[in-house]
């Protein structure tokens, strides 16, 4: 991966990111919606009244360049590149239900001079609300300079502008920067289209599955799988700067969770011991890995640096005691326990005291993860069938995602906004990734080559 | 058995004749244990070959012969979400373990499997657990600790790949294997 992004600091021709500052920062919707009252979804709080913001017709027409001149980037050209970008930014929030977009294909091109004065009576004929104006330029050394603006059409204003320089090969992540860019001004939620997904894709029959690490952006492009798939790969995280993956592997035959550097190539043991280890996790800094151990039956949760070196233990109660999840200030940790005779969810601080059950459902409750908001925990409600489901971080406002036979370990987008899970086909075995949002809404699935499973979504990318 | 231990003799005889005459629902279909022989009385004879004297049978102390030998007692099968060893997987650890003293010098694997109707992670913690438990009772009867290694494949290898209450049973299992 070879980002290099450079922010552009000084240049005439190009709205700056600095004059979006002077910009009004507040979301387009006025503030009283955005203090929520519970609906009947039971929303309170920490979820927005979205309704005013998410029926706004946004037209986002190809991005226009001052120079049609072929790129390194897979798309094309410069003009090819501003259709596709415009396509992947229309994409991002169709798919995932936010406003009304109308993309490039059925609107008229725009001319490069009106990039940063549009032509707002066209546009408010046509009915939209929002606007988006790109632009594409080639750069020094091979390099693309996109820049992305978004209009109010009916006060005739700019809300936000900005622009990046990527590499040819990471042009999809100016679409993301720029639907990111949109997304948060309208919202004012927090951006997380320009982000990876770490997975497992499955292939074979359901007795003996072919499990193999891979990676892909948020929309499912630039899909790659790292393992060839002669060992069975699970349960994998990103680590914070995207520069590593910890996973389990059965590559010398029974599990160990290994940390496996992107760039290099190469891996090495999280924890040497001859003690089968799972659930591997990252804290949010990136500077420590939790994981369980198995001594004797017993397994227990213990953390490392992620440089290496001596784990400290962090539970030590008989039976199990598995996976872990940082509260976004690293500060608390929630984890699975069967201490009290079946599988719950606790809390602890990050060094291991104060633990204590927050889970009083009935059923089993698995696979805890905290949001990066740091209000809810998401997790896995086993009772008959296995269901998404969040609560507060004490435990109370049960409230369910899903409603299927079974899918299980909810990740989080990097905005906290989106769950993400796998589902499993009852028979058949097939499992698949969807998201869902955290109104309940828009559940729908995430496109991979083959089954997937395990997903985990890493953080907005620098 | 912490749940054995609430039960005196009488009720422990009581229950497990029921047991054995209504063939608890969760557990899969058995087959009979293998007529007492000569080979279940001494300890040192070598095992009968098989029983047609024109064929060889598999060589005398291999994984096939153990399987041969054990007649799917190499396995034993668990409650939903337990681990704990029961009566008639008491009885297979039995037979596994006087194999395995046949043979001094083998090593075993004993690998932990669960059915699907669990999460992913807890599920290797849970197979690794079981597979302990069927280890720690060979021990127990005498069997090396060392030459018995645990392996945990948690939900990932179900014997049975059918979605029902049935194929779950027979997946949630422990499995013996020597190391040929």
């Known amino acids: 991966m070879n980002s290099r992004i450079i922010a552009l600091l000084l240049s005439s021709t190009i709205c700056l990111p600095a004059s979006a500052q002077t910009l009004a920062t507040q979301p387009v919707v006025p503030q009283a919606a955005k203090a929520a009252a519970p609906d009947a979804n039971g929303l309170t709080g920490s979820v927005s009244d979205d309704s005013a913001w998410q029926s706004l017709n946004i037209d986002i027409p190809a991005f226009a360049t001052d120079n049609d001149v072929p790129t390194g980037a897979s798309a094309g050209s410069t003009a090819q590149l501003g259709q596709a970008i415009a396509q992947v930014i229309t994409a991002d929030l169709k798919n995932n239900g936010l406003f009304k977009p109308v993309g490039p294909g059925a609107l008229p091109s725009v001319p490069f001079e009106q990039i940063s004065a549009p032509d707002f009576t066209v546009w408010s004929a046509r009915g939209a609300e929002m606007l988006v104006h790109g632009s594409v330029q080639n750069a020094e050394g091979g390099r693309l300079t996109v820049g992305c603006y978004l209009y109010d059409v009916g006060l005739h204003q700019k809300l936000a502008g900005a622009s990046w320089i990527f590499g040819p090969g990471e042009w999809r992540r100016a679409a993301h920067k720029c639907a990111d860019t949109v997304y948060a001004r309208l919202s004012g939620e927090s951006p997380f289209f320009d982000s990876r997904i770490a997975y497992i894709a499955e292939t074979g029959p359901k007795d003996h599955r072919m499990k193999r690490l891979a990676i892909m952006d948020s929309d499912g492009a630039n899909h790659r799988f790292i393992t060839s798939g002669q060992a069975m790969a699970l349960t994998p995280r990103y680590s914070p700067d995207y520069r590593k993956i910890v996973y389990l592997s059965y590559l010398n035959g029974s599990p160990r969770i290994y940390v496996y550097d992107v760039e290099a190539n190469s891996q090495r043991l999280v924890a040497e011991t001859r003690n089968p280890t799972f659930a591997p996790r990252w804290s949010p800094d990136g500077k420590w890995i939790l994981y369980s151990m198995a001594v004797a039956g017993n397994t227990n949760i213990y953390r490392v640096s992620a440089q290496g070196g001596s784990s400290e233990q962090l539970t030590n109660t008989p039976g199990i005691n598995i996976g872990g999840s940082f509260s976004p200030d690293g500060s608390k940790v929630v984890f699975e326990s069967d201490r009290g005779g079946s599988q719950q969810v606790y809390v602890m601080n990050a060094d291991g005291t104060g633990q204590h059950r927050i889970s009083f459902f009935g059923g089993r409750a698995a696979t805890p993860e905290w949001s990066p908001r740091g209000d809810l925990i998401a997790f896995t409600h086993i009772a008959g069938n296995l269901r998404i489901a969040v609560m507060g971080t004490d435990g109370s406002g049960l409230r369910y995602l899903t409603n299927s036979w079974q899918d299980e370990a909810p990740t989080w987008s990097p905005n906290g906004r989106i769950v993400q899970f796998f589902r499993t086909e009852k028979g058949s075995g097939h499992t698949s990734i969807w998201q869902v949002d955290l109104t309940g809404r828009n559940e729908r699935r995430l496109p991979t080559p083959v089954d997937a499973s395990d997903p985990s979504w890493g953080p907005v990318r620098q | ?180």
């Open chain 2, 1 to 180: 058995m912490p749940h054995l231990s609430r039960l005196n003799t009488a009720t422990f005889a009581l229950v497990s004749a029921a047991a054995l005459l209504s063939g608890c629902a969760s557990k899969p279909p058995k087959q009979l244990p293998p007529e007492p022989g000569p080979a279940a009385t001494t300890t040192t004879t070598t095992p009968s070959p098989d029983s047609t004297s024109l064929q060889a049978g598999p060589p005398a102390g291999s994984q096939a012969d153990f399987r041969a030998s054990l007649m799917g007692q190499d396995t034993i099968h668990f409650e939903l979400d337990k681990y704990n060893i029961d009566e008639p997987s008491t009885a297979a650890l039995r037979a596994q373990a006087q194999w395995l003293q046949r043979y001094p010098a083998k090593k075993a694997t004993i690998e932990g499997h669960c059915d699907e109707r669990g999460t992913r992670e807890y599920n290797l913690a849970l197979g690794e657990r079981r597979a302990n438990a069927a280890k720690n009772y060979l021990v127990s009867l005498g069997v090396d600790a060392s030459r018995l290694t645990t392996v945990s494949y948690g939900k990932e290898r179900p014997l049975d790949t059918a979605s029902t209450e049935e194929a779950w049973a027979k997946n949630r299992r422990a499995v013996t294997i020597t190391v040929d």
